[in-house]
């Protein structure tokens, strides 16, 4: 009976025991998680700030990623407009490049041919004039000539061929002396039969003894004109 | 000697606590109801000493079974988004502060009836 009670006094003062390890050792671990949370503030705050706080600074970010998207979107959108831009500013530059050349402001080559006039000594035989070279250009001009210079003085849409007093020829308002050298790009043998052909310009002006050559070339040379394009009354 | 069992106890564990890896701030909610259980318990198992009812078996499943309860609600409160914990505060709070107002009773009683018969004698 008394070893009974022994017995059941030592087991409840091991249970005691144990139940007050527990309870202490749970105590002093939740004391230390506690020290040292509270060494930052934001530990320190209650899960639901943390919580409500997270969802601010989610929103934010949401907002903030939204806001990024848009700005993406119309940068990229800038980039095709700048784009597209770019490619008509190239074709523009293009057609520009091209007018320059019919213009004549731009140095040009191709296919065509040389038209060479000499003066020739002879007192018997006409001295070449600004008829002939008016003829010569406007029978170029018709056979589809794309560029035509006379002595590199290019001949544009308003350029004059003059004959002053049967003494010298003023091209673009500047004379020109013999030999007289057309140039003219184009397809070169329908250039060289508008010349040549039956009725031809030169070939008559062979006829009649005057020296003039025509040479092909597949890489005739015309340069720019010289002078200024000023437009005053066109609107 | 049930003296120096609790004060070893206590002194082990004060001890191991202190050189237990942390655990994270997430649980230490649950550990501190579950404290307030055991304690809880603790007083209910001293006052049923004072009235001479103490049962180890009903003082170890309460200490335990109090503390797993609390636990258990309080991670359903969070699941139910309901702050049960606060509920389970208020109740063990309140049964800690009326064992402890038996406890005080008890030994202001004795000590009183102390100085009266101190008083007899002289």
Redesign the interface.
Known sequence: MKKNIKKGKI????????????????????????N??DITSI?NMR?AELRTEFANWKSKYEDIEQQYDETMEKIEEYRTTSQSNEETEKLVDEELEQLNMSLGKTDVQGQGIEVTLRETNNEEIARINGDDLLVIVNALKIAGAEAISINDERIINMSDIVDINETFIKVNGKRILAPYVIKAIGNSAYLETALTGNGGHVDEMKKIGQDVSIEKSNKVKILKYEGEINLKYIQ | MIFITILIGCILGAIIGMNVPMISYTYSSYLAIAIIAALDSVFGGITSVINKNFDLKIFVTGFFGNAILAILLTILGQKLNVDIYLAAIVVFVGRMFVNLSIIRRYYVDKWLNKSQNKDKTK
Not at chain 1, 18 to 33: A, E, G, W
Request: aromatic residues 8%.
């Open positions: 087991t409840m003062i091991i249970t005691i025991g144990i139940t007050c390890f527990i309870l202490v050792l749970v105590m002093s671990m939740q004391f230390k998680i506690v040292q949370t530990e899960e």
